[in-house]
Each structure stands twice: as C-alpha cells, then as structure tokens.
C-alpha cells in the first residue's frame, strides 16, 4: 500500500499497518474479493445493449445499466421515471420504448447530483413540452444554481410531501430531512411495494467512500429508520446491481449503528496514555517533535489514528460481510469520527476541561 496523501507524517505512524487505507488505492493494490457476499450475487444481467430490466408487478420496473438504477413507473396517463443517470442516458428511452408505447410524462429527481440526474434534459426539454418535472425544493434550489442544461430546473417542488397520481398509479414523495443531499426524497410506490431513496443503502456492500460523501451525517443516519417505517418489499438505492429489500436497509443500520459506537470508543480511548497507538498524548508529543509549532500536523495524525481504532474495530465483524470494507472501511470511519465531534458532541480528550 502506497502513502501518497500525507506521506511523512501518516507513513511515520502507520508504517506496515496493512489495512490502514490512509492513501491511495493504487492500480496494483489487491482488494478483498466480493465473491463470498451478497454483493456478488446481486447484480443484473444486461442485453447486448448494456443495460438490464427488473418488473416488479403492475407496471413498475427498474432500469440499470450495472451501476445505476432508474425507477420507472407506467401509468394509464404515461409514464413515470425517476433519475436518469448519464451513464444510463438514452438506453432508459430505449428500456421504455420496449416496454410500452405509452409516452413519458412525469421526471422525477431523486436528488440533485449529477451522477443520477445528468440525463434528465432527454426527458425534460422544449422538444418534450407534455413532461412535468418534480422535485423537493431544496433541488430545484440546487439546479437554478447549477444552471446546468442537462439538469433543467424542476416545475413542481414540494417541502413535505407530493402525492403524485398518475391514471391508475400513485407516488408517494416524502422528504426525510436533510442527509446524503439538501433534498434526497423517499419514493414509494404503495401497490407495488416498491420503496426507494438513493445514496442511502447499498445493499451487501459498505456505503460509498465517506459514509455517502452525506452533507448531513446526522439526517443520512437518522434516514435508516424513517425508511424502515414503511411497509415495502423491494428497496432501490440507486446503486449496486439488483433490487434490494427491507433486510438490507437492517443490516446497513446494524453496520452505521456498530461504526458509530466503535468510533465514540476510540474517541474515549483517545483521552488515555493505555493505548499510545491513539492518546492524543502521545502523539502530539511524537509529532510536534518532528513537525515543531505545525498543530494541524498533530491533529491529522490524531485524528487518523482514532479512525484507525475504529475502523479495526469495526472491520472485526464486517470485514468480508459487506463488500469493499477494505477499501472505504477506514474513510467511513474517519468521516464518522468527525460528525461525532462535531455533531453529537462526542469530544473524547477535546471535552469540557
Ligand atoms: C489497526 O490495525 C493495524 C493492523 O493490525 C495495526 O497495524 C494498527 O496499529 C491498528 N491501528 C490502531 C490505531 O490501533
Ligand atoms: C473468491 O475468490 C477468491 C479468488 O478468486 C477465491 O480464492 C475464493 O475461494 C473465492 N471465495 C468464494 C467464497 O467463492
Ligand atoms: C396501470 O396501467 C398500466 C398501463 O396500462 C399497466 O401496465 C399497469 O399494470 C397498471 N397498473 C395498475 C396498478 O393498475
Ligand atoms: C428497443 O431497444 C433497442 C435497444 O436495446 C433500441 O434500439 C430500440 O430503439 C428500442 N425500441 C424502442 C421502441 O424504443
Ligand atoms: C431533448 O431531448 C432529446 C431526447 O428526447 C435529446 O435528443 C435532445 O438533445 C434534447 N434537447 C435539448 C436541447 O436538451
Ligand atoms: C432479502 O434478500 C436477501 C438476499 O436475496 C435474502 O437473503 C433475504 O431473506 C431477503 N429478506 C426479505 C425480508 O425478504
Ligand atoms: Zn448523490
């Protein structure tokens, strides 16, 4: 494993600590195989064209092209879709062109970012002048700042809820509060018991590379357990190959809830010279010796250290369960550290002198 990101001071502390993913994944780095975990056998097969469709019943599908999802609802009055992925792009026209001669009415951003929605002017724009585009208002906020022509600005925005009754289909749009994004929505289709908020669980995997890259720790966190109250047998994360389901919105919850009180132990365990590996201590010692006055190098390198703790800790049950703990195992656990800081204000040895 290579060192890059702080060579000198990070390299000094964890030298020869194999799991320690402080740097970067290199080309010639071996990862732990996902063969063993539900991962590997949850993904879709996809046609000649690259991409995959799943029906749910009633007229509810999923499109993915193995990475991204998009939720398609068809309707007596048109169609449904939600996101539209770039990389899934005109193949979701396609997907629907063979489901159903019945045209897009409705767009639908899950969330803003541009890795679900970068395909949304193929649905919504002046050439197509009967779909309505919906989203939490938080989004369309987002997108009049982005002023990004291949996410245009949403016409419908909400705050709380949105029913959306399409002919003979209903939607239910909800907003759980600020987390992965300023305006992540849940979207439930009741008939079909079909449920889906993306950036949020990742089913048989570890969440993606800093518990979500979340604007809220807090909210995405608090998110599991608002998902849980509703009654659905098929979950949509957006991501990670198939469908999903209720058991791996749990076993995520298990995995935050078990990385969130191992991170507050090594915040407590951080406040005494038993374990040097992590007292604040020693370390400052350590390193104000080699780095004199540099308190932001002494920090870094405490802070790492407690996510190190952590993420060992953590790795203990998880490691080889959910895939890629390895690889995004110890920025969960450093992100994780942080909102414990500063949002729950779990100090360790920076509390109340
Ligand atoms: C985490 O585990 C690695 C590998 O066993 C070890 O080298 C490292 O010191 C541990 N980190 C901490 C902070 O205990
Ligand atoms: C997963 O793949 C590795 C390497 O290809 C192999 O050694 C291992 O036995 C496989 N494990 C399972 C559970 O299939
Ligand atoms: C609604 O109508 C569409 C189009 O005819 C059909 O595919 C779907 O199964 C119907 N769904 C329900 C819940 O009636
Ligand atoms: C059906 O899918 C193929 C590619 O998989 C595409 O070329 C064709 O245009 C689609 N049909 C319709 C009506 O969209
Ligand atoms: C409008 O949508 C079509 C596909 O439906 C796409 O080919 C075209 O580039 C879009 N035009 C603009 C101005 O975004
Ligand atoms: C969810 O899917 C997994 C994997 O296919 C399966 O083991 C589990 O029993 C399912 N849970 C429910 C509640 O259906
Ligand atoms: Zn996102």
Redesign the pocket.
Known sequence: MKLLLFPSLVALLFQGSANACTGFAGVHDHFL????TFA?NNQISLNSDGYGVSHFGSGAYMITDGAYQTFVVVSTEGVVVVDAPPTTGHKIQWAIGNLTSIPVRWFIYSHSHSDHAGGAYIFANQSHPQVTTISHENTASQLATAKDPHRPVPQITFNDRYNLVAGNQTLELSFPGIGHDLGNIIIYAPKQRVLMMVDQIYAGWVPFWNLAASLYVPGWIQAHDQLLAYDFDVYLGGHMGGPANRTAVEVQREYVQDLFDNCADALLESGSPENPTVDIGTISKEVLENNPSNIWAQFAVYLDAVADLCYNKTSEKWLGKLAAQDIFGFSHARTMVSSLRLDYDILGPNGVQ
């Open positions: 195989p996902i063969n063993g590997a």
